[in-house]
């Protein structure tokens, strides 16, 4: 009982906190209401009240403090608890550009973590731009900043109520647009799955290669943070000029030239930014059963 009485003490002065003494917002009245009473005594509902409230500051921390120093079981659970699935340009419009509600159930072949296995992708969605917190916990970070994508209800409400600052409203042709120029940019798209974000999709992140945080988790520290497309590069060498473009762009360094174009397969994440960069028209995306099931909401539904 003292335990319990503890937790709702730390739960009610981080909330207080958080929002400035007053009453709580209706956004976090949303989101507890959705969240039920379960998240809030096991603390998953603190947890994404600092997630969502001061997630430059959070991601920052986990970036410098949190994954240089986990071991082997502490990689396995911050994967399990938060991560992301790569997404190729198309399929990321085609979630922002959704008609009808999509549920998708037994997800272990396209996000194979225990979180986010059952999820309910939302017809016409909410979107809010929100400042990445990966770029912004970087000294010397990639602009524009404002280019995550917080998708659907109540997380849109939520982040526009408490960082109205940081984010902003926009309609499906503004965030098509968005996405269009990060592609454009070379830039890899992901959809992202948080437990403390009531275990289900959150987000569509829009980062290069020197900024995010889940491309650095797993080249730089083993957090096998990110799940494949489910697609894989393919060369033409007939096509390729052995020219390297493809090299400097790919996030995951799987591409190398040795007179053409060298893919490694295992590194591959199907993203597709080498297609993008590869003037000749020598690389194209292939289904690759291996790499898992691609999220792609019109098959899928």
């Known amino acids: 009982m003292i335990e319990i009485l503890a937790i709702l003490g730390a739960f009610a002065a981080i909330w207080l906190f958080g929002e400035r003494w007053h009453p709580l917002r209706p956004s976090t009245l949303k989101f507890i209401k959705e969240g039920g009473l379960r998240p809030i005594i096991n603390l998953k509902a603190i947890h994404a009240y600092i997630y969502g409230r001061w997630t430059n500051q959070y991601i920052a921390f986990l970036l410098k403090h949190v994954h240089p120093r986990l071991g082997e079981k502490g990689k396995v659970w911050q994967a399990n608890h938060y991560h992301g699935k790569i997404v190729t340009h198309e399929l990321a419009k085609s979630i922002v550009t959704l008609d009808r509600d ?26 809010a731009i929100y400042e990445c917190g990966c770029r912004n916990s970087r000294s010397d970070h990639c602009e524009p900043t404002q280019v ?25 042709e503004e965030a098509l647009e968005i996405l269009k120029a990060e592609h454009e940019r070379g830039h890899v798209h992901s959809a992202w799955f948080k437990d403390a974000c009531l275990d289900r999709f959150y987000c569509i992140c829009n980062c290069c290669k020197c900024c995010c945080g889940g491309i650095e988790a797993m080249k730089k520290h083993g957090i096998p943070m990110m799940a494949p497309s489910g697609y894989v590069a393919e060369i033409n060498e007939d096509f390729c000029i052995g020219c390297g473009d493809c090299v400097d762009a790919c996030p995951f360094d799987a591409l190398s030239v040795n007179e053409v174009g060298c893919l490694e397969w295992e590194k591959c994440m199907g993203c597709g930014v080498c297609v993008n960069a590869c003037n000749q028209e020598a690389i194209s995306l292939v289904r690759d059963e291996r790499k898992g099931l691609p999220l792609d909401v019109k098959a899928l539904a």
Do not use: W
């Not at 999509?102 to 059952?118: G, H, T, V």
């Not at 995550?148 to 499906?172: A, W, Y």
């Open 102 to 127: 999509i549920p998708l159930q037994d997800l272990e072949q396209i996000i194979p973590y225990s979180a986010a296995r059952n999820i309910v992708l939302q017809a016409s969605p909410d979107i």
């Open 148 to 172: 995550c994508m917080v998708i659907g209800q109540p997380f849109v409400d939520f982040v526009i109520e408490h960082n109205p600052k940081t984010s902003r409203l926009v309609t499906k």
